[in-house]
């Protein structure tokens, strides 16, 4: 016959005590904010804060922040300052925007989702005291799993292959018809789709395009991406805009002045410049002492020779400028200013719009993913690897991905949804 | 196709848990304008179920749900969730329909749209201006789902992320039978190892002692979980199901409760002198069964008058753990108000009424739930001994029942948290809420 366990209180009892650790939500999307509390824990203790995130690679990222529990025994990450750790102050995103590779990771690395369909899983947890290392090897108080999503529920996914033409398109639940973006990366090619899924999240019918796949792109390929979102049964043919990131950027600015199909609504372009890379400076290209490579001067200085650069001034529809004071990788800021002085003087300056951050770099992203200040890069269609420099500091960087986001939405809503026909 | 307005709806979060509120809002409406939101919901028995509340946009063109006021449709008022709790079925559904989700590993997905102008009919023949899709989710992320079957135990265990231990939760659901998961899923997505028991399938006990030992057992395979804190293991019960926990906590000898919530139910024994009758598939005596002017089955008289025979109830006096009673006053299936009332005199009369705390909704029926799921005065239902087919009369009117629910939901989880969640500051269980 078995014995049971007396109903005696437990002798450890006065001892014992288990924290509550609550996110909310517990699925969110990727730029949507997150309220982290611990309750139940004793007064005055503190406590870190950790942020585990496995990438598709098989990299550990983590961030971590020191807290001290109120009278109550309770964290609020929202209002409560970090002392300490990747991230310090009140910073209720803190634990997602300053994570960064684990410990003896891998060099150069940038944290990407390939899959846009799956969410970022992170798990949060607790530890007792204030830790900055060895968190593998320690116990944690509590831990709870977290997920980020580009997608939200209803946005669909569909393979673009018609035209010659290589592309996902992502489009918003609902009846639709829908504005619609076109979504130009940078110059590392393939298909980024995050920032389009994220996008159509928001209720822009957005085309992710793969351009570099060949080194020599024809400008009809992007007329004809264009043209097959236009026609799309569920985008509004007279409501398209573009997006651009760095390379990307540069396409989107001569695409809109020099072609006759590609008629943007507005542009937003995010670290990009309207001078063309044509002719390699290449020994313009500078090392720091980390070796890694400094491209900005590449394209400088400013050439005043019009064919040099793209006419900004023929510019018909509104321009929302993304610019990094701190980027290394491209002249961004200087070519914003030379961008705003030839569109004064073309008299079409009130179409453009400039977000500048000080000490922000160059891959400004959707907000509350980790910085990356110097990465592995590989052009597409190159072999050779460097280690770009980028540019910007984690939290003014980060402070600007949240601020540009929500500025580049407010701008596509008005100028896509909210304008008259 | 040029289009001159589209409205742009938002829903937050997107994916939420069940009992979490979301914020639906519309912007880029032409100001002063009518619209109706409208919420859809396909079953897993593949009915589907709508709401709808009549807005209209300010002079910034913007409908906020959570702070506007519904001037009509299936709710009315300044009504955040009113688009999840006052869902019913579709015009043409068939009759007595629940709604209730079994498989807890994937989420409620919900449709919200919104249409031009106050519409309360043809929803599906028309297209609406926009559409947003959300998910309801009974798992939080990291939520551990496993299935238990040792011996004539059967159920399903839901464990929450993290390294644990965790204090546990034994949910016992109605009289209806089955596995219901639901409860005991958003009950470890609130940081408490919990067991969904399926226990009306199969079991007969022959006596009382049988019935108790068959139980215990239960409650020890939780509290011997290597993720649950022994001592520290609560009940909680619906109807049938809240009978079986204070039995449980008054009998059980070996092995008890740390606290126990009641919801919807009685200390009296239904058939008679204990509850192993119940298991023994006796045929109830109908006699004090009604029917309403729907033929509607109303049970609510057949333990009346409550016995005055101490051996017809669940010795209250015994029960020495805090313990939660919840019931609405509109109970139409069950005398959960006159029982809690005789349940308290009982437990003055024993000296531990200090023990109880008891909440009593107005207008609030027999099945209370984890909050927004919709309200059903009535529904099918299969007696379990004799198989017969019924509309069972549940009670409650819709918004005091969905009210209800709410603040009912949070009070259980503050109360579970209070007494099993081992505090910093004491060492020794709060007696009240």
Known sequence: ?421 | MAQTVTPILSVHPTRGLVDEKFKVALENLPPRFPVTLHSLHRSEDKDYWEAFGYYVSDDRGRVTVSEDVSLGGTYTGAEPMGLLWSMRPVPGSRTGLRLRKMDVRSPMVVLISVYKGHVFEGFREQPPMASAVTERWYMAPGVQRIDIREGAVRGTIFIPPGPGPFPGVLDMWGGGGGLVEYRSALLASHGFVSMALDYMSFETFKTHDECLSYFEKVLSIIQQHPQVIKDRVGICGLSLGATVTLTMAAYCKSISPRCCVSVSGSHVFPYGVSLAEVFQFKEMDMGKARLDEQKRVIWHDMILPIPTDPQRKVAMGRIKCPLLVVNGDDDQNWATVESAEDMAKMMRAAGNDHLLTTLTYHDAGHLIEPPYIPHFRASNFIIQHSKQKVVMLWGGQTKPHSDAQEDSWEKILAFLRQHLYPCPSSSLPQAKL
């Open chain 1, 1 to 421: 016959m078995k014995t049971w366990v007396s109903n005696r209180q437990s002798t450890m009892e006065t001892n014992l005590w288990r924290l509550l650790l609550s996110v909310q939500p517990s699925r969110g999307l990727v730029d949507e904010k997150f309220s982290v509390r611990v309750q139940n824990a004793p007064p005055a203790h503190p406590l870190t804060m950790h942020a585990l995130l496995h990438s598709e690679d098989g990299d550990t990222w983590e961030a971590f922040g020191h807290y001290v529990t109120d009278s109550g025994g309770d964290v609020n990450v929202s209002e409560d300052p970090s002392l300490g750790g990747t991230y310090d102050g009140v910073e209720p995103m803190g634990l997602l925007w300053s994570l960064r590779p684990a410990p003896g990771s891998r060099p150069g690395l940038r944290f990407r989702k390939r899959d846009a369909q799956t969410p970022m899983q992170v798990r949060l947890s607790v530890y007792q005291g204030h830790q900055s290392e060895g968190f593998m090897d320690r116990a944690v108080l509590a831990s709870v799993m977290v997920e980020r999503w580009y997608m939200a529920p209803g946005v669909r996914r569909v393979n673009i292959t018609e035209g010659g033409v290589t592309g996902t398109l992502f489009l918003p639940p609902g009846p639709g018809p829908f504005p619609g973006l076109m979504d130009l990366w940078g110059g590392g090619g393939g298909l980024v789709e995050y920032r389009p899924a994220l996008l159509a999240s928001h209720g822009f019918a957005s085309l992710a395009l793969d351009y570099l796949k060949q080194a020599d792109v024809k400008n009809e390929y992007f007329e004809d991406a264009y043209r097959v979102l236009q026609q799309h049964p569920q985008v509004c043919k007279n409501r398209i805009g573009l997006v651009g990131l760095s390379f990307g950027s540069s396409v989107a600015l001569k695409m809109s002045v020099y072609s006759n199909v590609i008629q943007p609504r507005c542009i937003v372009c995010v670290s990009g410049s309207h001078i063309h890379a044509a002719g390699s400076r290449l020994k313009k290209t500078r090392y720091n002492e980390e070796n890694q490579v400094i491209w900005r001067d590449l394209l400088l200085p400013v050439p005043t020779d019009l064919s040099k650069k793209v006419d900004v001034g023929r510019l018909q529809c509104p321009l929302l400028l993304v610019v990094g004071e701190d980027d290394q990788n491209w002249p961004v800021p200087e070519s914003a200013d030379d961008m705003r002085e030839m569109m004064e003087g073309a008299g079409n300056s009130h179409l453009l719009t400039v977000l500048s951050y000080p000490r922000a770099g160059h891959l400004i992203e959707p907000p509350y993913s980790p910085h990356c200040r110097a990465g592995t890069f590989m052009a597409a269609g190159s072999r050779k690897k460097f280690i770009a420099l980028w540019g910007g500091e984690v939290a003014p960087h980060s402070r600007a991905q949240e601020d540009a986001w929500r500025k580049t939405l407010d701008f596509l809503r008005e100028n896509l949804y909210c304008s008259a026909d």
